[in-house]
């Protein structure tokens, strides 16, 4: 199903964790010596774009799936995947994310981006008539003001190099 446009800003920040994700990924295994440059990365995704994010979803989005009672055991599981991902993310802000820690937080996120878009954005698209989803469009366009618009660059030590 294509995208409600009132959720495409939601998917277009997905669309760049889950670049991020993919990065982790591809770079195993990661050197101990770059460590510290991915850890600043994920937390300078998290402080110019997830954070804000994460509280969209929680202020406007979750909020009007619960108004559907298929939606609320969803809901409950996503919110508790933000508690998760927000300590991952202040674990890396803080340096203290291990090189084994880095692609299970790639994975955990990764599955927590493709759950919203597969079955919660999916599902409130089938269930919300045009006029809710547009009034929630509105809502998340307010909600997500402060969020970086673009891609955050990878530095030196975090950008793909081709194998060798």
Known sequence: MLRNKSLIPLSHQHQRALALCVRIDRAQPIPDAD???WQEEIGQHFEQEIKFHF???ESELFP?????PELV???DELIAEHDSLRESFSKAEAGRMSVEGLPAFARQLSAHIRQEERQLFERMQQLMDPEQLTTLGRRLKVALQ????SCILPNDATRLRAKS
């Open 73 to 75: 055991g969803l809901v």
């Open 55 to 57: 509280a969209a979803e």
């Open 35 to 37: 460590l510290q440059a």
């Open 146 to 149: 402060d969020a970086a618009q």
């Open 64 to 68: 009007a799936a619960r108004g559907f």
